[in-house]
């Protein structure tokens, strides 16, 4: 078993919502630019759910077999998780089974929870639309988890699309996709975007003005804009 609730460092609350004004294309250039892990390929929302942002719980899940844990699965990172959490699930990308759906959608409603990331699939997207709860995937199957897959542990690290998660890392996700901004860093990755965002900023609002595009972009360094110093 992996870290309990008491045990993880979660990064101040000021610090998280300070990602909420910024996209995760602004996050992703910034973390590119510290030569960190950027964006994760192919994790979507799953309908037009709000944007999430928050500190992570994780949940690893393997096939069914001879050795399962008791219970329903995913109650163990619901129960270690706060209010603003984002669950983090790594299925290993698979999307022929599923491991979200109605009863966890409200539970973690119950909890306070972000939202939901998961590196595979989830089930009963047309209630989970209705209660506006954030869920983030792969796929969707309407396949039951029983008999089918397993929480294997939580609080431990995990990977999704490829890019390892530690609980209470901070997680981001919308319409873009998604990104893990690491606990330690932070701080530095909020500067970086909010200075990208800013910059990016300035040049549209120079183009809504009918300056032409040409004059606002050798202006602008846009191409110049990620490199390290």
Not at 25 to 34: F, M
Not at 115 to 127: E, K, L, P
Not at 195 to 218: H, S, Y
Request: hydrophobic share 40%.
């Amino acid at each position: 078993m992996g870290l309990k609730k008491e045990e993880i460092k979660r990064p101040p609350k000021e610090l998280v919502e300070g990602f909420l004004p910024l996209s995760t294309c602004n996050v992703s250039d910034a973390l590119d630019k510290l030569g960190l892990p950027c964006g994760i390929h192919g994790i979507r929302p799953l309908y037009n759910c709000p944007k999430v942002v928050g500190t992570a719980i994780t949940m690893q899940v393997i096939a069914y077999g001879e050795n399962n844990p008791p219970g329903h699965m995913g109650v163990d990172p619901l129960e270690a998780s706060q209010p603003g959490d984002v669950i983090v699930i790594d299925n290993n990308g698979r999307i022929d089974q599923n491991c979200w759906g109605e009863i966890m959608t409200y539970a973690a409603l119950q909890k306070g929870v972000a939202g939901v990331i998961i590196d595979g699939a989830s089930r009963d997207v047309d209630i989970i639309e209705e209660t506006n709860f954030p869920v983030f995937a792969r796929g969707i199957v309407p396949l039951t988890a029983r008999g089918r897959n397993v929480q294997r542990d939580v609080n431990c690290l995990v990977k999704i699309g490829g890019v390892q998660v530690r609980p209470g890392d901070i997680l981001m996700a919308d319409k873009n996709g998604v990104v893990v901004i690491p606990a330690e860093r932070a701080e530095e990755v909020l500067k970086v975007s909010q200075d990208l965002f800013q910059r990016e900023t300035a040049i549209v609002e120079r183009i809504k003005q009918g300056v032409p595009f040409i004059e606002v972009d050798k202006a602008s360094g846009y191409d110049k804009m990620l490199e390290k110093k």
